[in-house]
């Protein structure tokens, strides 16, 4: 029996030319590191199924069932979080109670997601999901990774073990 924590890492935003895409590709390899059972999970694969919210058995619904814990990973745009994560997340309720749900706000600021972040949360909370912390946050995200995507500064890590191991608190 395969014990691992299915924990799935959404991708927020839709976006052409999305520098957190980097950042989810790099949550997802430390995810994989860690022990967790992970897969990247792109909003753009399921814009064309966020419309009609009468259809129960989508395959993000599928997701989030099987689902242990949720990694979202967004960009900050305007302040807020981008419009077809929103509807993806409201697409579903029940499937989130409980569910443990960090967050990493991504930003080519100084501030680093973190308005993402607190415009997140009352939505998370009040979609019955406990938010996990610490919270990351990935500032300047232009200039957090090399080329071939990974950090420049290795202690980028040390705050995400922190989030895996307070998913693992709640999920188990």
Do not use: H, K, M, T
């Given at each position: 029996m395969n014990d691992k924590l299915n924990v799935p890492i959404l991708l927020g935003t839709a976006r052409e030319g999305r520098q957190s895409e980097k950042v989810a590709k790099f949550v997802l390899v430390e995810a994989h590191q860690y022990g967790f059972d992970s897969q990247l999970i792109d909003v753009r694969d399921y814009l064309t199924t966020l419309i009609d919210k009468t259809k129960h058995d989508t395959p993000w619904a599928g997701i989030v069932k099987k689902a242990n814990g949720l990694i979202i990973v967004s960009p900050e745009y305007n302040h807020g979080y981008p419009g077809e994560l929103k509807l993806l997340l409201d697409s579903l309720y029940k499937?989130?109670?409980?569910?443990?749900?960090?967050?990493?706000?991504?930003?080519?600021?100084?501030?680093?997601?973190?308005?993402?972040?607190m415009a997140l949360e009352p939505v998370l909370i009040e979609i019955g999901a406990r938010v996990v912390r610490p919270i990351n946050l990935?500032?300047?995200?232009?200039?957090?990774?090399d080329a071939t995507g990974n950090p420049i500064d290795p202690k980028i890590t040390d705050k995400l073990k922190l989030m895996f191991d307070n998913i693992i608190k709640f999920a188990r």
């Open positions: 499937e989130y109670l409980d569910l443990p749900i960090g967050i990493c706000g991504v930003s080519g600021g100084l501030v680093g997601g973190a308005r993402v972040a990935f500032p300047q995200v232009q200039n957090l990774f």
